[in-house]
Every structure is written in C-alpha cells, then in structure tokens.
C-alpha cells in the first residue's frame, strides 16, 4: 500500500524559512521521481518542483532561487526547503510521486493529505 505523508507546514512570516518533509512507502522510493504541488482555494493544483530518480531537479519559476528540493533515499524522504517566503506562496503543499522524461513530471494518482504553509504577518 502507496503512502505519503507531508509534514513540516505551519505559519511563518514573510521572509521566513520552513522546511516540508514527505516520508513515503509502500513503493521503492529511489526508482521513481517524487514531486511537490501547492493549491489554494479556487484554484488547481501546481507543480511547485520535481526532483528524478537521478537527482536532477526543476523548479517552477515561481520559486526559482528560493526553495529546494531534495531527497533521501536512505530515508524514504522528500523534502522542500523554503526560503524568502512570500504571501502568495500560501497554500496546502502535497507531494506526489510519479515519473520524468525529458524534463517533463507525470504524476502518478498517489497523494499524501497535505500540509497547510500560511505566510503572513
């Protein structure tokens, strides 16, 4: 049984730092892509940045230069560092795991049940 569970949101300045972890299992986490989205009322869900199998990472411009993503494969972990936040990035944030090709993310149908990042001050 696929498992993803997100943890690490809560509230923060603007400006501020947090950290988002995804644990996973049920699956071999080091063969597959891991990604995470954000989505806000009203609105669908983004791709925020995706990281391969192999490492290789992108990000949307959004974002670019603020946040990172990485993984630990020891772990069974994703995560995404959270620099310089801004209000607009208040969301619910979910990873997801899925497959890249050709720089492209596909998502699988496997979600965790999100974690809530509130910006404001």
């Known amino acids: 049984q696929v498992q993803l569970v997100e943890s690490g949101g809560g509230l923060v300045q603007p400006g501020g730092s947090l950290t988002l972890s995804c644990a996973v299992s049920?699956?071999?986490?080091?063969?597959?892509?891991m990604a995470w989205y954000r989505q806000t009322p009203g609105k669908q869900r983004e791709v925020v940045a995706h990281?391969?199998?192999?490492?290789?990472?992108k990000y949307a411009d959004s974002v670019k230069g603020r946040f990172t993503i990485s993984r630990d494969n020891a772990k069974n972990t994703v995560y995404l560092q959270m620099n310089s936040l801004k209000p607009e990035d208040t969301a619910v944030y979910y990873c997801?795991?899925?497959?890249?090709?050709?720089?492209?993310?596909?998502?699988?149908?496997?979600w965790g049940q999100g974690t809530q990042v509130t910006v404001s001050s």
């Open positions: 997801n795991r899925g497959l890249t090709y050709s720089g492209t993310y596909f998502p699988s149908d496997s």
């Open positions: 049920g699956y071999i986490f080091s063969l597959q892509a």
């Open positions: 990281i391969a199998s192999d490492g290789a990472t």
